[in-house]
């Protein structure tokens, strides 16, 4: 079936503009992660989607950040007055709710580019 | 509050060789523990996990893992790596009743030919 797809794959966009990143996992995973990856970095948690609501949204930076899945299904995270240090690869992953042995691991998008100019 | 270490940038080996790629972890409470592979350009893959049970896990393309409570390690082996395992691998770990998983930095596999 289809995985975890995110568009657009790359992002160019000037210091102080806003960005939205969108994100549609695989049908049928009530949980959604995003992450924030730098080069020659793993994966750093942003936030954690359980259906419709955020159950987990520790790792956002700060206010300018904002993630929403209005629908339980696709995912867009938005980023205001956008600053060079936003640049990086922004993933998303998908899973089932864990349970027992099942669950847990995540299937990633192939992920947007941003690069703040 | 949970880690992960991955203490080799970068691990060279002659294809037809075993390889393995080290992972140690912290946790407070029962580690879960994952092992997923990056291709250039590509998001995460997943290979294996313990969640409980055998401590030899055995995951996707041939790879395996044992988990090893008493040195907190879940080291990646392979017995005889393939040049199309060259990739970026990242060990992963969830204690026991979150859902936040930390990744380690990443470990850089090379295999020539």
């Known amino acids: 079936g289809a995985g975890v797809s995110q568009t657009p794959s790359n992002k160019v966009t000037e210091k102080g503009k806003y960005v939205e990143l969108r994100c549609d996992p695989i049908?049928?995973?009530?949980?959604l992660y995003w992450y924030r990856q730098s080069l020659g970095q793993g994966p750093e948690f942003l936030i954690y989607f359980q259906g419709t609501g955020a159950a987990d949204d520790s790792g956002l930076p700060n206010d300018r950040f904002f993630a929403v899945r209005p629908e339980g299904s696709v995912s867009t995270l938005k980023i205001q007055r956008t600053e060079r240090g936003d640049s990086a690869v922004y993933l998303c992953?998908?899973?089932?709710?864990?349970?027992?042995?099942?669950?847990?691991?995540?299937?990633f998008g192939p992920g947007t580019r941003l690069t703040v100019t | 509050a949970q880690s992960v270490a991955q203490p080799e940038d970068q691990v060279n080996v002659a294809e037809g060789n075993p390889l393995t790629v080290k992972c140690t972890y912290s946790v407070s409470g029962n580690p879960y523990l994952f092992w997923y592979v990056q291709y250039p350009n590509r998001g995460l893959q997943f290979l294996l996990k313990?969640?409980?049970?055998?401590?030899l896990v055995k995951g996707s393309y041939g790879f395996e893992a044992e988990f090893n409570k008493s040195q907190t390690s879940f080291h990646l082996k392979k017995p005889s790596a393939l040049v199309s395992d060259s990739a970026l691998y990242f060990c992963a770990v969830v204690s026991g009743g979150s859902y936040i998983p930390t990744f380690g930095r990443g470990t850089s596999l090379i295999v020539h030919p």
């Open positions: 313990y969640i409980t049970g055998d401590n």
């Open positions: 992953a998908s899973s089932l709710i864990p349970s027992g042995r099942l669950g847990y691991e995540q299937y």
């Open positions: 049908s049928g995973h009530t949980a």
